[in-house]
């Protein structure tokens, strides 16, 4: 692989390969480094009340992903993080707009290689936020102040949260993306595959 001329440093992913965050490609995207590392990644973070396990990125994508008119766009809302990015808190994230910039930049990668819109509907950012206050209700001890406003009316779903470990959210995000896809290889694998234009 031509490394030259590429933008910034790069990240070893879980497979080994590398990863440019400031230059992402499609062809660089793998959904086993995105289920690996989204399992590891904590929200919140970490500041839930989880006893010995940590509540992770890829078990909340995939109830925003279930939740969603667009389960695709949903199990991939938050693949950025699992790129050098991690789960930065949004009351941080909103006065930082270069970390707005490169991870929608890595989204259009991961959108691409997975053939899905480069914007996310709105949809999925509203169960996004859904999830989150589930997250709240569930998993965090009683707030001494309200989030945001207008997050406070939102109606949320009766289902309980159950953390899973790493591992077992790491094979539940694999899985689901599979049915999702209905295919038995990765859809990254197959765009590597096709000819250049």
Not at 77 to 106: C, F, M, S, V
Not at 172 to 194: A, M, P, V
């Amino acid at each position: 692989m031509n490394t030259e001329n590429r933008i910034g440093d790069w990240i070893q992913t879980y497979s080994g390969k590398q990863f440019w965050p400031l230059d992402p490609r499609p062809e660089e995207v793998f959904v086993e480094d995105i289920a690996h590392s989204l399992s590891r990644i904590s929200r919140f973070g970490g500041h839930n009340k989880d006893g010995e396990l940590g509540y992770s990125v890829a078990q909340h994508s995939v109830l925003v992903s279930r939740y969603s008119k667009h389960p695709k766009q949903g199990l991939f809302h938050d693949a950025p993080e699992a790129y050098g990015l991690g789960d930065i808190l949004r009351p941080l994230k909103i006065h930082i707009p270069i970390i707005t910039e490169i991870e929608q930049r890595i989204y259009g990668a991961v959108a691409s290689c997975f053939r899905l819109p480069e914007q996310l509907d709105a949809d999925v950012k509203h169960w996004d936020s859904v999830v989150m206050m589930m997250e709240r209700r569930d998993l965090m001890g009683t707030p001494p102040a309200p989030w945001w406003p207008d997050l406070e009316t939102l109606e949320l779903p009766p289902e309980k949260i159950v953390i899973l470990s790493p591992r077992q959210a790491e094979e539940q995000f694999l899985t689901h993306y599979y049915k999702l896809f209905s295919t038995i290889y990765n859809l990254g694998d197959w765009y590597r595959r096709q000819p250049s234009s």
